[in-house]
């Protein structure tokens, strides 16, 4: 950002999840610090922003389902981040303009930006809340004002459930907000992936930048498959499965290439019968 002037409440020397993103999105809203700690990740996997890349694609293609085929008319994206192009409610009110959109985060900037954006909307909204507490995210009276509880809901944990620590309970964490959807409902989830022996040089590729991330973002795992899988519960998890993000459903409008980060990100959706 031009002279690093930040939004009240917003720290410019402290490097910010939803800031490091968007510059690996070649976004503008973000700060020096921010661009230090992803070079530092861009150093080890050079590739990154292509990662960043297949993230936003693997949301346009989710929305598009759970609006277009699945009938979802409601949305909770939990740490949805600094906006960019191709937001939730924009794809899906290409369906219909009449799906609902609740965003949730905690950090200062994606909060000012978003509420900017969203100025003036009628059908969605930017809710500060801390995905830790489940139970007072859901009782939340914006959240609730959005949201019926009563229908079918598309809940998105797209690449947030790898910033909790394993001492903060990431599978308790998904299983309380599942537990509050109703029969019907979907669950997207997206997560920093450790492929193991399968890939070997991939997944020590991985771990050195799980290890950049904790000394610059104080947070980031790299998980395996099955930890991952656990995050979905007992909710049935449509085909192709938990893949690599290019392999869910491709459309053929974006082109994926196999690049050391390919394997490093993994995502899947699921149906609360």
């Not at 509420?115 to 801390?130: F, G, H, M, S």
Request: aromatic fraction near 6%.
């Amino acid at each position: 950002m031009a002279n690093e002037k930040a939004p009240p409440g917003v720290d410019p020397s402290r490097p910010s999840i939803a800031r490091v993103y968007d510059y690996m999105l070649g976004g503008k809203d973000n700060f020096a610090v921010d661009r230090a700690a992803g070079e530092a990740a861009l150093r080890i996997t050079p590739d990154g922003p292509e990662a960043a890349r297949a993230c936003r694609a693997f949301l346009r293609r989710v929305v598009r389902y759970l609006t277009a085929t699945a009938g979802i008319r409601q949305f909770l994206d939990l740490g949805s981040g600094l906006p960019t192009q191709g937001n939730v409610h924009e794809i899906a009110h290409a369906v219909d303009p009449e799906v609902r959109v609740v965003y949730v985060d905690n950090d200062p900037m994606a909060l000012a930006h978003g509420r900017a954006l969203l100025a003036d909307a009628r059908t969605t909204t930017v809710v500060e809340a801390d995905i830790r507490e489940p139970e007072r995210l859901l009782a939340n009276p914006e959240v609730r004002a959005l949201i019926d509880f009563d229908q079918p809901v598309g809940l998105l944990m797209l690449a947030i459930l790898h910033h909790l620590h394993d001492d903060e309970d990431p599978a308790g964490v998904a299983r309380r907000f599942q537990a509050a959807l109703p029969a019907g409902s979907y669950l997207a989830l997206s997560h920093f992936h450790d492929p193991g022996d399968a890939h070997p040089e991939v997944s020590r590729r991985a771990r050195a930048v799980e290890k950049v991330f904790n000394e610059t973002l104080g947070t980031g795992r790299w998980r395996t498959h099955r930890e991952i899988l656990t995050y979905f519960g007992d909710l049935e998890l449509l085909p192709p499965g938990l893949v690599p993000l290019a392999e869910w459903r491709p459309d053929g409008t974006e082109q994926a290439r196999q690049t050391d980060t390919y394997h490093t990100i993994v995502g899947g959706v699921a149906r609360k019968r």
